[in-house]
């Protein structure tokens, strides 16, 4: 495909369980983001990869949340021990480059019951 | 700290009624400021990159502007597909490469 992919579009989860969240970024970007979005607010910055590494993990909320990108192409977003505020849109975005614009996926509506 | 701020929050215009949207920023060394717009449901699209102070750009009905403190986006004679939130984000300077969003602005066109 041509756009950013994000598997699952809807995941619904209980309150301390796990879950993993999959982004497919453009074909030839090595830039790779992943945002959350809450309801009436703008994306909020989680983490940013170039190539395989984290090169920016800042807005990780706290040790819960990890994420992967072993091949430099695929990128996975894990939680653990889910809580309810944890419930929010996950965003993946990539870019050519580590200063071009970031092309958004559809996102994952998570909800965690 | 870093901060971007949309005006208004919601803005209701009528078929072909012109208006424009804020975005003012406060940022340590600008290194882009970014347009996208958002549909119910959907990821964020990409309109626009700012760099400097006087740039322009400009995508069919829209065109955005950028001074040192803030961006306008203009919309010229509206059409009800333009309804949609209007996100503005800011890459701050330095080693890290996040975008910072303002919360958007929520466009309504009416025919």
């Known amino acids: 495909g041509a756009g950013v992919s994000q598997t699952p579009s809807n995941k619904v989860t209980e309150k301390g369980k796990y879950v993993e969240l999959r982004c497919d970024p453009i074909?030839?970007?090595?830039?790779l983001y992943w945002y959350r979005q809450s309801l009436g607010q703008g994306p909020e910055f989680l983490i940013y990869f170039q190539g395989t590494g984290a090169a920016d993990d800042s807005g990780l909320p706290n040790d819960r949340f990890f994420a992967v990108r072993p091949e430099g192409s695929v990128s996975t977003l894990k939680i653990q021990r889910t809580e309810r505020g944890d419930s929010a849109v996950y965003l993946c975005a990539s870019s050519f480059s580590w200063n071009t614009e970031a092309f958004f996926g559809q996102g994952t509506r998570l909800t965690v019951v | 700290e870093d901060q971007v701020t949309q005006s208004p929050e919601a803005l209701r215009l009528q078929e072909g009624e012109s208006s424009s949207l804020n975005c003012s920023y406060t940022?340590?060394?600008?290194?882009?400021l970014f347009w996208y717009r958002q549909d119910p449901g959907k990821g964020p699209e990409f309109l626009f990159t700012?760099?400097?102070a006087g740039e322009e750009k400009e995508k069919e009905r829209l065109k955005a502007t950028l001074t040192k403190k803030e961006s306008f986006l203009h919309i010229t004679a509206p059409k009800p597909e333009d309804s949609a939130t209007y996100l503005c984000?800011?890459?701050?300077?330095?080693?890290?490469?996040?975008?910072?969003f303002g919360t958007g602005t929520l466009l309504a066109v009416q025919p």
């Open positions: 940022v340590s060394g600008l290194r882009g």
């Open positions: 074909s030839g970007h090595t830039a």
């Open positions: 700012l760099y400097s």
């Open positions: 984000a800011v890459l701050e300077g330095g080693a890290t490469n996040k975008l910072i």
